[in-house]
């Protein structure tokens, strides 16, 4: 049986020789594994990291296979340019800080969703990526039930999710 799923690439890696890992934040399932089959001899875009895409998959023991891949967001120019692949990357640990594997939060997905299209949309300019991070974990905060109404510094949001996830 095929399902579809939207979700965004967090992470890719080798498996066996031509296969690729991927973990994928999705909208109705949370942090899950697809498999994409000769991954590695036929790359598509949306297999890059940080693309949001629509799959086609069908369910396994361990994992599902990946049968079709849509692009919906590729998100190039985060790839373009350091700083802001710093950024998203950045974003991929704060997600994987917070949720599980299996836990869906769609509230968070959209979230980050949003954030990676500002980033996209974004020149590298330091400060102003630094007031987005903040403006970011500030919705998330918001989105977790954690803001307690004080302004939100890198300090503070990274006590607040170590105090929320133990």
């Given at each position: 049986m095929s399902i579809r799923i939207e979700g965004i690439v967090l992470r890719k890696k080798v498996l066996r020789e031509n296969d690729?890992?991927?973990n994928v934040f999705t909208l109705s399932d949370g942090?899950?594994?697809?498999?994409?089959?000769?991954?590695?001899?036929?790359?598509?875009?949306?297999?890059?990291?940080f693309c949001r895409n629509e799959?086609?998959?069908s369910?396994?023991?361990?994992?599902?296979?990946?049968?079709?891949?849509?692009?919906?967001?590729?998100?190039?120019n985060i790839r373009r340019h350091?700083?802001?692949?710093?950024?998203?990357a950045?974003?991929?640990?704060?997600?994987?800080?917070?949720?599980?594997?299996?836990?869906?939060?769609p509230e968070l997905y959209i979230l980050f969703s949003k954030f990676l299209q500002i980033l996209n949309q974004s020149t590298p300019n330091k400060t102003e990526l630094k007031q987005l991070r903040l403006n970011w974990y500030t919705d998330i905060l918001h989105n977790e039930g954690l803001y307690d109404g004080q302004p939100v510094t890198e300090k503070s949001f990274q006590l607040a999710i170590v105090n929320y996830r133990g």
């Open positions: 690729l890992l991927l942090r899950i594994k697809l498999v994409q089959k000769q991954g590695l001899k036929k790359p598509k875009a949306g297999l890059d990291l799959f086609i998959v369910e396994n023991k361990d994992f599902a296979l990946i049968y079709q891949i849509s692009g919906l967001d590729l998100y190039a350091y700083i802001l692949l710093q950024e998203a950045n974003a991929v640990k704060t997600i994987e800080k917070i949720t599980s594997d299996l836990q869906p939060n």
